[in-house]
């Protein structure tokens, strides 16, 4: 009896360890070893989350929209919107996705500027989209403002096609 009780136990404990390492596992990022021999850590991409506000604008998995900062115009000729959302991916994954993610929807990446937050500004046709990731101690803040471009600049040319008057 007391042998069968050892072996109950012994087989619950095997189990909580596959357990506790299939599931965590899959959320503890992977390491590799360099060609100098360092143990490097190397993080998974993030994946586009199931539903995107538009179309052609993707979003990471594991952010959730913030709905009382976030807002959206659409009609048949403009669409503005700034989207807010709160995630726990950092934000080096976070830009990473980005600069993977819009040239696959035909976005062009102007700029990157990083400063504390990071901006990452990306146009297309008559559009611009300006993705600000924010870092913060327990989450990362993302907003994406989606607006028409005015005074657009022919691609390559590097002349405005309208006059400033100053």
Not at 9 to 23: E, K, N, P, R
Not at 49 to 59: G, K, S
Request: net charge positive; hydrophobic share 40%.
């Amino acid at each position: 009896m007391k042998n069968r009780i050892l072996i109950n136990i012994g087989v619950l404990a095997t189990a909580a360890a596959v357990f506790f390492c299939v599931s965590g596992c899959s959320s503890v990022p992977s390491q590799r070893v360099n060609d100098s021999g360092e143990v490097v850590r190397v993080e998974k991409p993030l994946g586009v989350a199931n539903t995107l506000r538009f179309e052609d604008v993707p979003t990471p998995a594991g952010f959730n929209m913030i709905r009382d900062q976030s807002f959206i115009y659409q009609d048949s000729s403009i669409r503005v919107g700034l989207l807010r959302y709160s995630g726990h991916p950092n934000s080096s994954q976070v830009v990473s996705f980005f600069k993977a993610q819009m040239p696959l929807y035909n976005w062009k990446m102007i700029n990157v500027v990083e400063f504390g937050n990071v901006n990452l500004n990306f146009i297309k046709a008559d559009e611009s989209c300006i993705i600000t990731i924010e870092p913060l101690k327990t989450r990362t803040i993302l907003s994406v403002v989606i607006s028409p471009r005015t005074g657009s600049i022919s691609a390559g040319s590097g002349s405005a096609s309208r006059k400033e008057r100053y």
